[in-house]
């Protein structure tokens, strides 16, 4: 037999996704983040409506380590960083593998804009010529980048205000189709202050409590990362748990138990804030590829 | 019935009483929002191409098809003709309903067509079939780093990426679902 030779042909990209691993690894130790590790299994995820954890019962997989990297920064880790891999169901496409691989950090004493500059700072690390070619057309990432609040985006090129495309059940689909294509084709844009409803686990900006710290991160129509000013209110995070369990169980999902332990630390969570990147498509965009299946080893389907 | 969790490349539906099957599937998801999935249909009667995006929660009817065996005959000025062995039915195709599946239709192979009210609209191959390398450029000694690849042409006339080591004359298997190259055949 010979050998596998779809396998021996991603070789390049394996090998620049073991380089860009290491150097976002070098990039945060150089920055006094310590690299911690949390579980993967977990009793239960922060609920969300639209994102389905994988049973591993009588547990689940974590969509994401969120919870155990803020129980750290509650204990006082003030920087801290993890790679890992995530699992979500059912969730397969050209830029989506149901198991994929997380970046995650946090830090104390900042907010959502901290973070983009960390971002910028990051990117620049990873690709010292600032600029990369992505189907032939060129993005520049010297900082700073287009910050780009919903509300605007939502002017630039919908009929609806991110209100009204609430109300209508239509601010994911206007998102996705109509938005998401035109951001960072140039430059990088980071998507900010979305509509309170979307806030999930973040802060509301004090002074428009309408909108909450929140931002995405898209470089050429791609989305690469979500990140939160943290917040830090326990009373008002459950009542977010339960409006979102409320709403998977009015969709007939299986209720998931509230992280009890991460909403009682919530309490001595410092002012901070976080960041989840998609190490996937960090690389997919890096090496210039259009799917997702290019830049892992195997896909669930090769399995 | 369908549910969005079915949906993919090739899976054929029911849409307004006619058959359409799944020619380009993508998941997408905004953020922490709602998945989409996004279609392009083709209608197997008619061949028109449309976009569909669909939400989860949406269901669908499975197309009304016969899948039936039958054996490849030979072309003629009106298509590809293929034959029931047990009745001597048969059923013509035409080259846009093939597609590329054209080029690895061998004489007498054993395939599926697919009727809708008796009249073929599609097709399903073995899904590997050996077809011989009738253009090469000669392999460069020296050029063992596995995963490169090079381009061929098949005695039917189909071109794909191959590794270096191919060789004209050589016999291929290809994986008819995706057209791709699988491995040399020993003869």
Redesign the interface.
Known sequence: ???N??L?????NLEERARIMQSIRAFFIDRNYLEVETPHRLPGNAP?Q??DPVPSPPWFLHTSPELGMKRLLAAGYERIFQICRCWRQ???????LPEYTMLEWYRAGCDYRSLMEECEDLFCALVPGRSLTLEGRAVDLSPPWERLTVAEAFSRHSDLTPQQALAAGR???I???QI?PWLGRRRPTFLTE?PSA?A?LARLKPGNTEVAERF?LYVAGV?LA?AFSELTDPAEQRRRFEKDEGARRA?GKPSVPLPEKFLAELETLPAAAGIALGIDRLVMLLCDLQTIDEVVAFTPEDL | MYSCADLKKGLKLMIDGEPHVIAAFDFTKPGKGQALYKCKLRNMITGSLFDRTYRSGESFEPAALEDREMQYLYQDESGYVFMDNKNYEQVTLDEATLGDDKFFLRDNMDVKILLFNGRGIGITLPNFVNLRVTEADPWVKGDTAAGNNKPVTTESGYTLAVPPFVEAGDLIQIDTRTGDYVTRVKE
């Open positions: 037999m010979e050998p030779w779809a021996a042909r991603k070789r390049r969300e639209h994102i059912g969730e397969r496409g050209r830029r989506h601010f994911d689909e998102i996705a189709l998401e979305y979307c999930a995405e989305e979500n969709a």
